[in-house]
């Protein structure tokens, strides 16, 4: 599966922005995917996981903030990022997983999300 993620861009602290993650494919119902991001200086952290029935986890950091979702009929995942904070800061990136893979192993392209204070 191929991804493309978008959406990122300059927001304030506190307002709103959904990035989306767009996957070709016509088996994009099966995979796991994932949000990812990458701050500068840090290491690439998991953000939001959604299973292919839709359940998700979320990091600590951002449980309560974040909402991850998919259409698997547009092959779309979503991640709806209120109250943004400074820290939210990165390069967000989604990802795939295959069924019985042990790992994400299809990636996108990242999209930058700028938090300003």
């Known amino acids: 599966v191929q991804l493309q993620a978008s959406g990122g861009g300059l927001v304030q602290a506190g307002s709103s922005l959904r990035l989306l993650c767009a996957a070709s494919?016509?088996?994009?119902?099966?995979?796991?995917m994932g949000w990812f991001r990458q701050a500068p200086g840090k290491e690439r952290e998991l953000v939001a996981g959604?299973?292919?029935?839709?359940?998700?986890n979320y990091a600590d950091s951002v449980k309560g903030r974040f909402t991850a979702s998919r259409d698997n009929a547009k092959n779309t995942v979503y991640l709806q990022m209120n109250s943004p904070k400074p820290e939210d800061t990165a390069v967000y990136y989604c990802a795939a997983r295959a069924i019985g893979a042990l790992k994400f192993d299809s990636w996108g392209r990242g999209t930058l999300v700028t938090v300003s204070s």
């Open positions: 494919g016509r088996t994009f119902s099966t995979y796991r």
């Open positions: 959604i299973s292919t029935g839709g359940s998700t």
